[in-house]
């Protein structure tokens, strides 16, 4: 989608700065105040979901990559993402009764047009990996789900950072606040013809049939796993 900054002409975003990230970064250094990401909430709804739009801007924070804070769904609700603009990679993770044992962790590799389905009871973060260009992402979400940050901000951030070197070379290291955190595997989407989401269409204008899944995750649940939803890089 084109014209993405007609959504979101007068409408204010949510910053985060690095100032309010400090919590869930490897080490924080830099200007306090400057911006790591915008996010656009309620841009448009519809059906009981939110339309959202994520500007993730470029630049280092000493080694690790930008990227956004971190969530989890309540109600074990899904989400689908979009990359609108630029490259994106995602790092998801599952834990089962404790946030700390860290069960499953992957992380997406997706360029424009690729969406990514988060299905239940996934975090997810979203990294910029490029580093003269900003990222733009659109996410659908069930207005009847809210957002989870505690076991980020307790952890200091997911279950590994993803950082660059000077040569350029993307490296993950595993977060040592975490009790266990397993081998990162990765991952790039794939199209479900099946639920008619493809990477041709805007998630924008993705009609209600095709968003139910956010609405109704356990209808869904055995369809949307990591198996249906990605292919193994």
């Not at 990514?116 to 659109?138: C, D, Q, Y």
């Not at 977060?175 to 013809?193: A, C, G, M, S």
Request: proline share 6%; charged share 30%; net charge neutral.
């Amino acid at each position: 989608m084109e014209d993405f900054r007609e959504l979101i002409k007068n409408k204010k975003p949510q910053s985060r700065t690095l100032e309010k990230m400090k919590e869930v970064l490897k080490e924080p250094g830099g200007e306090l105040s400057r911006i790591i990401y915008d996010v656009y909430r309620n841009v448009a709804t519809a059906d009981n979901l939110r339309y959202d739009l994520t500007f993730l801007y470029p630049g280092k924070i000493k080694d690790e990559l930008p990227k956004t804070y971190g969530h989890y769904h309540k109600n074990s609700m899904m989400e689908i993402m979009e990359v609108v603009s630029g490259k994106s990679l995602w790092l998801i993770q599952k834990y089962e009764n404790d946030p700390k044992i860290i069960k499953e962790a992957y992380l997406i590799e997706a360029k424009k047009g690729e969406k990514a389905i988060f299905p239940t009871n996934f975090g997810a973060i979203s990294i910029n990996p490029r580093e003269e260009e900003k990222t733009v992402l659109s996410n659908w979400v069930s207005l009847k789900t809210e957002s989870d940050y505690l076991p980020y901000k307790q952890f200091h951030g997911a279950c590994y950072y993803i950082l660059k070197n000077e040569s350029g070379e993307i490296i993950f290291e595993k977060n040592p606040n975490y009790t266990n955190v397993p081998e990162l595997i990765k991952l790039k989407p794939k199209e479900i013809p099946e639920l008619e989401i493809t990477f041709s269409k805007p998630l924008y204008e993705f009609s209600a049939g095709q968003l139910e899944f956010l609405n109704n995750p356990k209808k869904y649940k055995n369809i949307l796993t990591i198996e249906n939803c990605y292919t193994k890089i």
